[in-house]
């Protein structure tokens, strides 16, 4: 007698194998709906293929081989991609137009040469017997003459230009700019010197007339190391643009700039570049690869392919102020009153000292040359001669970062800390900078 085998399944394998089941089918019904969109996708391509070439669509005409090589239609936007070159001559073209050239003249005398008779009053016959006569030089009137030339930028539709200083230097010559748009390259207008500024190197002139092309400024305080820089100038007063690419190279540079006849001035927060800058740009706009000014070049002499520029906020705040006030403000430094040297090892070993950094304050040479000015920050808050400034708001003072260089970054008025060495103790001094 056979006997039926009976198979008992417990309640959990019972619910695993519906488990599977269920896997199984939604995978297979998710392989399908996937076929299905994907030969719909097929069909409406190949429809559209062939309404597109005036066919009719119907089963004669139908292809499977044509069907399945259709694609479907995707809408992908074309990638456009721009080397630094193009990028490059895009910036010069939409620059160029607001580049313009500065050529000052001024009225010199002119003299003409005659000749005197010695004898004064004796009769001119006498004179003539023994064909004597002395040369003698006269003035005849003047003429004017070239000067210098430099290279400026309109920063407004109306006329406002940004030069350098030390272009227009000369408070007796007659400043004459050159346009370079597209509809009057070439044409000279007489153009009148609103303000200058010494500390910055900076000046702001102005021509009469409208609707000119104009260069933007961005913000430089954003600039890295190794971005690129473009200079545009007129090299060496020609009346044709001259253009140079590289790249930052420093920030926050110093440099000493002055016009002939004019005093030295010690420029700061510069920026270095390795493009070319010389005379005839000086004065020109400095671009970043958008055709924004960042900078305002300024030539130095003896410096190969090194060039600087003072950093595009500096020229935008002179250009806002003239053109609100009619002047450049005069900026307010923020004041210390100490006379100091930099400490390093060499010095911390010849005078034994406790530290090798630091701003060690002493007097000078003359009787005059005090370490610390009387009633200044420092004396009212206690400094002495000998002290050891070793930090400012927490930076420590070395020969990277100057004492000054850390107060300038302060305004007068403002409330900073000092970690000072005094008489074999380290405190902590807090002040408030004074105004130079």
Known sequence: MKTKKIYNLSTGKLLGVVLVSLIVGGSLFYSGSQAINWCSAKYKTYTKNLQKNKKDFSFKNFSLKEWLKAKPQQNIQPVKVVSEQSQVIEVVKKASPAVVSIVASAEVPTFETYYQNPFGDIPDGFGDFFNFRIPQRRQNGT????????????????????????VVSSRDAKYVVYLNGDEDKGEKIEAKVLARDPNTDLAILKIDRDNLPYL???????????????????????????????????????????????????????????????????????????????????????????????????????FEEVKANGKIAKIKKAFLGVRYVILNKEIQKKNNLPYDYGALIIRGEKMTDLAVVPGSPADKAGLMENDIILEVNGKKVNSRNQLADLIEKYKSNDKIKLKVYHKGKEKTVELTLGEK
């Open 143 to 166: 003429e004017e003459v070239k000067i210098g030339a430099g290279t400026g930028f309109l920063v407004s539709a109306d006329g406002y230009i940004v030069t350098n200083g030390h």
């Open 216 to 318: 933007e400024f961005s913000d430089s305080s954003k600039l890295q190391v190794g971005q690129t820089a473009i200079t545009i100038g007129y090299a060496l007063g020609e009346f044709d643009n001259t253009v140079s690419k590289g790249v930052i190279s420093g920030l926050s540079r110093k440099i000493t700039a002055g016009g002939f006849g004019e005093p030295s001035e010690q420029l700061k927060n510069l920026i270095q570049t390795d493009a070319a800058v010389n005379p005839g740009n000086s004065g020109g706009p400095m671009l970043d690869i958008e055709g924004n000014v960042i900078g305002v070049n300024v030539a130095m002499a003896n410096a190969e392919n090194i060039g600087f520029a003072i950093a595009g906020n500096e020229a935008k705040r002179a």
